[in-house]
């Protein structure tokens, strides 16, 4: 069966091969950042995904060292800064290779914290393999080591274990984004619960007490995760969207 490998951009081609070597994929999606720390980091991590494909499809003694793998593909951009945006991006990937009818698993041992925190997050939606291979050894990366006329070393130049992330009883829960939604599109803010359920149910010619009690409870979710903000103003509730909620309106298509 054809097998998807995930991983995210870094400085860390030991420990990607590692994965390679434990999920034995025929395709490699290396996730890129849609806006890198700097121009100079850009150019780092180019080199080392160039001398990463070189080391793949290299052959020793005649014989290709990874038969399996077919393709890479570095040409997806996530957002390596937005935790929701990085999930929504993530999923639509993972989603496109299912439908393809591949096997998909993911590796979280390079990349920064968000990006990883996500393809985790993703991986527990839809029941994926997930390793963390363990560096054996860090390099010291100072401002010197970063300028433009020289490549760093790696990060980690040798890897001592894989760990096999357990699959944890965990799910995105769904919330009423449609009320976010709603509340973004006029300004990010109601006068009132009457006024958003009339925004929500706009191809009604009348809003009754069933639709603002409906409209009501979605507000309560969210005001428990902290997505939208209520107070009291005389007999009626104002609803505004907090900067959460904006976030959270990434992952529409996810929840």
Known sequence: ????????????RERIIAAISIHSPTKLIILRSKRDATESLTKHINKH??????????????IKLYPFLLEIDDTKK???????????????????????????????????KIVNIALFVVAQKYGLRVTYCVAGKYAS????ELSEETIPEQ??????????????????????VDVLKALEEIGGKA???TTLAKKLYSSQK??????????????????????????RKGREFTIS????????LALESVI
Request: glycine letters at 6%; aromatic letters at 6%.
């Open 1 to 12: 069966m054809e097998r998807t490998l995930i991983v995210a951009q870094g400085l860390e």
């Open 49 to 62: 995904i160039e001398l990463l494909k070189k080391a793949l499809f290299s052959q020793k003694s005649g």
């Open 78 to 112: 996530v957002d390596f800064f937005n935790l929701p945006a990085a999930i929504a991006e993530i999923d639509a990937i993972v989603k496109n290779e299912i439908n393809q009818g591949r096997e998909v698993a993911i590796d979280i041992s390079s990349g920064n």
């Open 141 to 144: 990366m100072n401002q010197e």
């Open 155 to 176: 990060i980690a130049f040798s890897v001592r274990e894989q760990y096999e992330i357990p699959r944890l009883p965990i799910k995105i829960e769904k919330i009423p």
């Open 191 to 193: 006068a009132s619960i």
């Open 206 to 231: 009348e809003i009754g007490k069933r639709e603002i009690i409906s409209v009501s409870r979605k507000i309560d979710i969210l005001a428990e995760y902290g997505y939208v903000i209520k107070k």
């Open 241 to 248: 969207i907090t900067n959460d909620g904006k976030k959270i």
